[in-house]
């Protein structure tokens, strides 16, 4: 079965550290997507990649940066994490078709 | 960004079918039709998509309108497994940013036993 596994399920950063979060598809997948998901905001892209070294601002990349050195690999990384960063984060591959999502990283900024 | 709207919220029987609705009167000739559906606690998970025809997999069935501005979502017989928040989302097809898809609020189905 296909996959899209993101390094951690549950996350708690102090406000200012530098975080990582890591996502990595066995698909051979062009296209990865990180978004965000905050109740009654839905799902919002934050950046999305279509080839190795390439990314595309989303709809809220402030305060967000990400890293695409391998197909396989896409990194989101938050430069200095505040309180407003506090959320559901869900990393998604996609070739033509369907997307393929993650189970999601609930990060906690203190 | 080509817009869809649904229906907030629906309610189902178990072992009933379900239509869930969308409207996209602003749908390009090449946007094709997709949904997801989110269960509870879990990310989002394709289910089908199509661009003019009719399309059925194992989980649903998509009736798309000969004038393409609705589709719905055909679930044949509901479980409780189904309940779930359903997208139904337009996306391009030409590559690049094309290939991001915008989620709106989606319809919360509720299943009754």
């Known amino acids: 079965d296909v996959k899209v596994t993101q390094s951690s399920r549950y996350l708690v950063k102090r406000t200012g550290e530098k975080v990582f979060l890591e996502c990595v598809q066995d698909m051979d997948h062009e296209n990865m997507f990180w978004y965000r998901q905050d109740p009654g905001l839905g799902l919002r892209l934050i950046y999305f990649s279509y080839d190795v070294k390439m990314k595309e601002k989303g709809d809220i990349p402030e305060g967000y940066s990400v890293s695409r050195e391998k197909k396989e690999r896409f990194s989101l990384i938050l430069e200095s994490a505040s309180t407003n960063q506090t959320s559901m984060y869900l990393c998604a591959s996609s070739l033509f078709d369907g997307y393929t999502f993650g189970s999601g990283t609930r990060l906690t900024v203190v | 960004d080509a817009k869809t709207t649904q229906p907030n919220s629906m309610e189902s029987n178990e072992e009933e079918p379900v239509h869930l609705p969308c409207n996209h009167s602003?749908?390009?000739?090449?946007?094709?039709i997709h949904w997801y559906r989110q269960l509870p606690s879990q990310g989002p998970e394709y289910v089908i998509h199509g661009l003019t025809s009719n399309v059925n997999n194992r989980m649903a069935s998509l009736a798309i309108a000969e004038d393409r501005k609705s589709s719905t979502l055909i679930l044949h017989r509901a479980t409780l497994r189904d309940a779930a928040v359903y997208y139904c989302i337009l996306r391009g097809v030409s590559g690049g940013s094309n290939y991001k898809l915008t989620f709106g609020k989606g319809t919360l189905l509720t299943v009754n036993p």
């Open positions: 602003t749908i390009s000739g090449t946007d094709y």
